[in-house]
């Protein structure tokens, strides 16, 4: 049977991994975006010492994505092998959401400020181990809902579309939830006023809404995906052969470091809500930054497939990249040197977007061919510990990106404004603006470099992908 033109997937299951997607990242983005804001704004504690609290989280529990991929290659059942992590993430992700948004004021900043950063720290690396249950299996399922790797690569570019979508959406669901809470920050518009500070409610209530409803969608995957490519269940390998098999895949090296190297474009979602309220005037307008973005971000990766198929993903990505680091860097002058009005600075939001393809979209095809080269060399399909280690890399660059956008806050003197309700100087402005689109553009360009060597594209893809069809139907 041809697997390379014979379509696998129902709408179905393309919508509830599309789904599952797009509500598992409307709780990463919330936390991404909100959670330092929530800490800084009604807790008190140092941006600076948020961010890198949240950065130690992930990097301890990125100890768990390996464990979690070894699991996953000696499960099998019925549900498969991915499916029961991402159902035991479910309520784990549904509590700690919700806790981590919770203002207790015991816990208020005292002289030390020791029982906040303690709870900070617990609370947050708890929430991180759940998000490596769902997080593993999410991105690692995908290389086996279809033998077909045309079908794999759009069904992973609309599925990453959606979860892109849900990255963002907290910049729509937190205005709205702002609107239903009494005496919350409602837009104020008599005497030319802005919208108020967000209050500890309506933190809450958002986090509980996004839970919940990102935890039922999410849920989609469990109940709707079946795993169609054939591995072998039962078997497993140790950490030590988990590593061998990564060491062994140089393609995949070249995407984990292309990865690392970039991690700067993750700075502009880690502090969207500082920069909305500096340059904007308000943590309420973050929709319109989100909105901005988003919709480069969504065109993006509908070209990403078609610039695939023209160019190979390898050229696709340096195309974006250098892209990505030339309009960042045009940004930043017209905003800090030739002070464009607001309409200018929304439109080169927009064509910053665009190049998301390439850090959201790109990594996940190249590394299902990674799966599959490997099984073309040895036999084996290693979709457990190869996601894990994608899952530690994003979740570890996210980190990153999120310290050092959140030490950039704390150097513009943006906690300061916002403890005495000054407004915000140019100075802030600047810094903040600087994190937000000229460094993440840097790390973009400097991203390239690995993927000089990256060589799954072309020919040699093409030749992977038949042998394995042919192996397969043999095996049948």
Not at 410 to 434: C, E, M, P, R, W
Request: glycine residues 8%; contains cysteine.
């Amino acid at each position: 049977m041809d697997t390379t033109n014979q379509k696998y997937m129902k709408l179905k299951e393309i919508l509830a991994y599309s789904l599952g997607l797009f509500g598992f990242q409307m709780i990463v983005g919330l936390l991404n975006s909100y959670q330092a804001e929530f800490y800084g704004s009604i807790l008190g504690a140092e941006f600076a010492i948020v961010g890198i609290l949240i950065l130690v989280a992930k990097i301890v529990s990125a100890v768990f994505d390996p464990i979690v991929g070894n699991r996953i290659e000696k499960t099998s059942g019925k549900l498969g092998k991915f499916k029961p992590f991402i159902l035991v993430s479910i309520p784990i992700l549904l509590v700690f959401t919700a806790l981590i948004f919770y203002d207790i004021p015991a816990l208020h900043l005292d002289k030390a400020g020791s029982k906040l950063y303690v709870y900070i720290f617990v609370t947050s690396l708890i929430w991180c181990l759940g998000m490596t249950l769902a997080d593993v299996p999410t991105q690692g399922i995908a290389a086996v809902l279809t033998p077909n790797p045309d079908e794999r690569t759009n069904i992973v570019s609309i599925a990453n579309t959606a979860k892109q979508i849900g990255f963002a959406a907290c910049a729509v669901v937190v205005p709205v939830v702002c609107l239903l809470i009494p005496e919350g920050s409602r837009v104020i518009v008599e005497k030319g006023q802005q919208d108020a500070p967000m209050i500890a409610s309506e933190y809450f209530w958002t986090a509980v809404a996004t839970a919940v409803a990102g935890c039922l969608l999410l849920a989609l995957i469990v109940l709707w995906n079946k795993e169609r490519v054939p591995y072998r269940t039962g078997e497993t390998a140790s950490i030590k052969d988990m590593l061998a098999a990564i060491k062994g895949n140089k393609p995949l090296i070249l995407v984990i470091v292309s990865y690392f190297l970039g991690f700067g474009r993750q700075m502009a979602m880690g502090i969207q809500v500082q920069a909305s309220n500096a340059l904007l005037g308000s943590q309420n307008l973050v929709i319109i930054l989100g909105i901005t973005t988003a919709i480069g971000s969504m065109i993006s990766m509908a070209i990403t497939p078609v610039l695939v198929k023209k160019m190979g993903e390898r050229n696709a990505y340096l195309l974006l990249s250098v892209y990505g680091f030339v309009i960042s860097i045009v940004a930043y002058v017209a905003f800090a040197v030739f002070h464009v009005n607001q309409i200018v600075l929304y439109i080169f939001l927009f064509l910053i977007g665009l190049q998301f393809g390439a850090v959201t979209l790109l990594p996940m095809i190249m590394t299902a061919d990674c799966v599959d080269y490997y099984e073309y060399e040895t036999g084996k399909r290693t979709e457990g510990p190869v996601y894990s280690l994608l899952s530690l890399t994003i979740k570890v660059c996210l980190a990153l990106g999120v310290a050092l956008g959140l030490i950039f806050v704390q150097f513009s003197g943006y906690d300061k404004a916002l403890s005495t309700g000054a407004a915000f100087d140019d100075h802030t402005k600047n810094v903040i603006f600087f994190a937000y689109t000229a460094m993440p553009g840097i790390l973009a360009l400097l991203s390239i470099l690995p993927m000089f060597k990256y060589d799954l594209v072309g020919e040699k893809k093409q030749k992977i992908t038949a042998a394995l069809q042919e192996r397969r139907a043999k095996k049948n």
